[in-house]
């Protein structure tokens, strides 16, 4: 999710994924960015390097973020934050060093989950009260992946990006389809417009990381949050539950139903190829996370006004999940190095300055949802009738979740991304029964 380079691409460095989006050329721009991916860094500084006030590290890209720190610079000019902005490529290594070197900045940026609860773990990181950082105006359900044993260790910083259900109405109604509400509408929709000659869900396999947005949202539909959440907690023998087995089949039954096409496979993310495929009419429905909006808007348009539809991602009958629980990427996060000598000019900086109101409006104007409570009048005065009905659902969306579970990529510990990528991409190739992708996974996570 997110930082915004070209055409979506993610960037890694030896684990968690971070997906990225593209500007749009009508409202979206390079402002709203989540998780910058590049190859050059660090870049820039918002204050001196005299030594005095406060240190800060984040990504590049994060133009929203670096104008709360120039606020706060003007407001305070002897305790200023000198902000260090690098590639993503670059960030997780030198974040990893500089805590070990006892040589971390005040204030870090993450991607919460089990990255940060590493630190957490490890003792790097100051919980924050209420009181302290004003948590409580926050998305309940966002707070939750800087959350642990019942302690917050971090702030959103920047705006919303769950996973939904793209649709293209005219491709839809030609077919005779409605958009699916249940995973069983799903599966009739996609033997429907087999037959009309479509490809049902553009997806771009060859990233392996999309295809994994359906095993995240099968099995939190079929199990319930719970299951992943004790998984990331580090029971690693909740793999083999059998609600994983029976996402891991509902996945596979997609496939062999046509749902992905014949080259799926073949398809890379990076090179817009699968959001194409939805705006040129060739496929009628992606699962995406809200930063392909940014990338339709930028590529058509004239689609996105007429013919773009968005919707939650299925439900499904007979299992155990809240359906309107969503998966996805809830917000990068700010968090406090427990080192810090400078507690409470940072707390000042967490607490008035990150997601105030300016802020607010600069990230909506920019076309991305932050996650605050209370911003029902806010979304009213969007002035584009398209980006208000998007902005609101996407709102309305997390507002109604229980739960936002972090993609699991980035939820669990570097050492377990690549295994669980790979399996992802077996058991999609059904090169895997659906059991042994739980077996696989139980044993790379012990």
Known sequence: MR????????????????????????????AMGLAACGTSGPSGSSADSSGKGLTMWALNDQTILKESVDAYNKDHPDEKITLRLFANDDYK?????????????????????????????????????????????????????ATFDGK?????????????????????????????????????????????????LSLAANSKWPTLMYLEYLLDRQGGSE??????????AVWKDPSVTEANQKLQDLAEAGAFGDNASSVNYDQGASTALLYTGKAAMEVMGTW????????????????LGYTAFPSLSGGAGDPNSIVGNPSNFLSLNSSTKNRSAALTYLKDYVL???QVDAYLAAGSVPPVNGLESKLAAVKSSSDKEWLTFVYDLVEKSPT???????????????????????????????????????????
Do not use: H
Request: hydrophobic content about 40%.
């Open 3 to 30: 930082g915004i380079p070209v055409n979506g691409t993610r960037g890694t460095l030896g684990g968690p994924r971070v997906r990225c989006v593209v500007a749009s050329a009508i409202t979206l721009t390079a």
């Open 93 to 145: 290594q030198k974040l990893r060093v500089a805590f070990g070197a006892n040589q971390a900045p005040d204030i870090f940026f993450s991607w919460g989950g089990g990255a940060l609860n590493d630190y957490v773990k490890a003792g790097k990181v100051d919980a924050l009260t209420a009181a302290e950082a004003d948590t409580d105006r926050f998305t309940p359900s966002v707070i939750q992946s």
């Open 152 to 200: 917050v260790y971090g702030v959103p910083a920047n705006g919303l990006a769950p996973v939904v259900l793209y649709y293209n109405k005219k491709v839809l109604a030609d077919a005779g389809v409605e958009p699916p509400k249940t995973y069983d509408d799903l599966l009739a929709a996609v033997k429907k417009l087999k037959g009309e000659g479509v490809t049902p």
């Open 227 to 236: 299951v992943f959440s004790k998984i990331a907690s580090g029971d690693t």
């Open 292 to 307: 392909e909006y940014a990338n339709i808007a930028k590529a058509d348009p004239d689609f996105l006004k007429s013919d």
């Open 356 to 358: 105030d109101d300016s």
């Open 404 to 446: 936002f579970q972090l993609s699991w990529d980035q939820a669990l510990p570097s050492d377990q991304a690549d295994p669980l990528l790979t399996n992802t991409d077996k058991s999609f190739l059904r090169q895997i029964a659906p059991a042994d992708f739980g077996v696989n996974m139980s044993k790379a996570g012990s």
